[in-house]
């Protein structure tokens, strides 16, 4: 299994631009979640999915959109970037409540 | 809405001395409770959670957790740091049915020959 894997592991947008960060898990888990990292500010919560088809928002949704459509993906999009977004994000999975969430490696953004 | 307070930002212990790192979680039922560990560069990896049961959870690496109702606390603990135990901490609290999840601030801990 390759776990939970994001791509692009680092990008540079300009303010305006928009983007897709891609997240797959080959773990079969119905959870999925997005966070981003900022120093001093630990993880937040953007979104979540429960299942395909199923999403909701956590902390920090604004200026994000996600969508499930499979099992094994979860995308976030920003859809007009602001230097506000530059941050980490990690994705991370779970195969249903008590049990282990998985990270993904990160993907660091950069907005200008 | 549930809340982690960890306290401390900076943590220096010296390699073999013990380690607690604190946390303290605000949630008015019996919440999950989780700690995780973040190398430079690399995403979290879980150390160890409590969901009911025992209070003390042993977890990988060494290290262990006692939740304690009475102080709304979690604090990790391991007897011996080793240098390869520097990295950041987090403590993260759910509500029953583990939706959401809110992570504390971090404790970064630097280990010293």
């Known amino acids: 299994n390759a776990g939970v894997t994001q791509t692009p592991k680092f990008q540079v947008l300009k303010t305006g631009q928009s983007m897709t960060l891609q997240c797959a898990q080959d773990m079969n888990h119905e959870y999925m979640s997005w966070y981003r990292q900022d120093p001093g500010m630990g993880l937040r919560l953007i979104h979540y999915s429960v299942g395909a088809g199923i999403t909701d928002q956590g902390e920090v949704p604004n200026g994000y959109n996600v969508s499930r459509?499979?099992?094994?993906?979860?995308?976030?999009?920003?859809?007009?970037?602001a230097p506000s977004q530059t941050s980490v994000y990690f994705c991370a999975s779970r195969a249903r409540?008590?049990?282990?969430?998985?990270?993904?490696?990160?993907?660091?953004?950069?907005v200008l | 809405a549930q809340s982690v307070t960890q306290p401390d930002i900076h943590i220096t212990v010296s390699e073999g001395a013990s380690l607690e790192?604190?946390?303290?979680?605000?949630?008015?039922?019996?919440?999950?409770?989780f700690w995780y560990v973040q190398s430079p560069g690399q995403g979290l990896q879980?150390?160890?959670?409590?969901?009911?049961?025992?209070?003390?959870?042993q977890g990988i690496k060494g290290f262990e957790a006692e939740f304690k109702r009475s102080q709304s606390s979690f604090n990790l603990r391991k007897p011996s740091v080793h240098w390869s135990d520097a990295a950041e901490y987090f403590c993260a609290v759910a509500p029953e049915g583990y939706q959401k999840v809110t992570f504390g601030i971090g404790t970064k801990l630097q280990v010293i020959p």
């Open chain 1, 69 to 81: 459509s499979t099992t094994e993906d979860f995308p976030l999009r920003l859809l007009s970037a």
């Open chain 2, 21 to 33: 790192l604190r946390c303290n979680y605000s949630y008015g039922a019996t919440p999950y409770l």
């Open chain 1, 97 to 110: 409540v008590q049990e282990t969430q998985y990270f993904g490696p990160g993907t660091r953004l950069l």
């Open chain 2, 46 to 57: 879980l150390l160890l959670k409590y969901f009911s049961g025992d209070t003390l959870v």
